[in-house]
């Protein structure tokens, strides 16, 4: 059964149209992670939370935002999304402050017309 | 912060091929070092992982050996399958445990093997 869960699969909007993507988790876990991974590159860490506590990567374009609700949801925000913001965004979580290992979900791939 | 870096892809073998993937890591410190694999319409799993210099890694027939001395942590396995048919990546956490296990990634290897 699928643990950390990302919804849509596929997603595509405008360019300039607001978008959310999605991410669910049934581990309980404090950490939640978004990642953007482009075509034949590193996934990029954009911002996580641990708990409520909300840590932005310094070169996070502001475009980009989250949300995280609950312990089990967290929500990335692209308020104007532009033709490089195409790409997979992987939602990720962790149980502690720890080396553990990450949880992934399968991603959402973002298309922009 | 620390970089991660894979050899080029993709890597293209035929079934029972021993295969070598490289990494390289540059860090201040003593980072964790992680596989993960990405099989097709998935997400990333962890393959292996070790936290300290001289460890070794395995898992599913794949093996890693954390060199300090060359900072590396190449992967192996010593007779593919068509089912290791995925894309690995190499990954370090910031060395010293950084709160959150904030993990760097490599830029990810395809790996196909043939009947």
């Known amino acids: 059964d699928a643990m950390v869960i990302q919804n849509p699969r596929y997603q595509v909007t405008q360019f300039g149209k607001p978008v959310t993507l999605s991410c669910s988790q049934t581990?309980?876990?404090?950490?939640m992670y978004w990642y953007q991974q482009k075509s034949s590159q590193a996934p990029k860490l954009l911002f996580h939370?641990?708990?409520?506590?909300?840590?932005n990567e310094a070169d996070t374009p502001d475009n980009f935002q989250s949300r995280r609700p609950n312990t089990s949801f967290c929500f990335l925000d692209i308020r104007s999304p532009g033709l490089g913001d195409a790409a997979m965004y992987l939602c990720?979580?962790?149980?502690?402050?720890?080396?553990?290992?990450?949880?992934f979900g399968s991603g959402t791939q973002l298309s922009v017309l | 912060g620390n970089s991660v870096t894979q050899m080029e892809g993709p890597v293209t073998l035929s079934e029972e091929a021993f295969l070598t993937i490289n990494c390289t890591y540059t860090?201040?410190?003593?980072?964790?070092l992680f596989w993960y694999v990405q099989y097709p319409g998935e997400g990333l799993q962890l393959l292996l992982k070790?936290?300290?210099?001289?460890d070794k890694g395995s898992n599913k027939g794949f093996e890693a050996t954390y060199r300090k001395e060359t900072t590396s942590f190449h992967l192996e396995k010593g007779s593919v399958q068509v089912s290791d048919s995925a894309v690995y990546f190499c990954a370090a956490t910031n060395a010293g445990g950084t709160s959150y296990g904030k993990l760097t990634f490599g830029q990810g290897t395809i790996l196909t093997v043939h009947p």
């Open positions: 990720a979580t962790k149980a502690g402050q720890g080396n553990e290992k990450l949880f």
């Open positions: 581990l309980n876990h404090n950490v």
């Open positions: 070790a936290t300290k210099a001289d």
């Open positions: 939370y641990y708990d409520k506590d909300f840590n």
């Open positions: 860090a201040t410190g003593y980072p964790s």
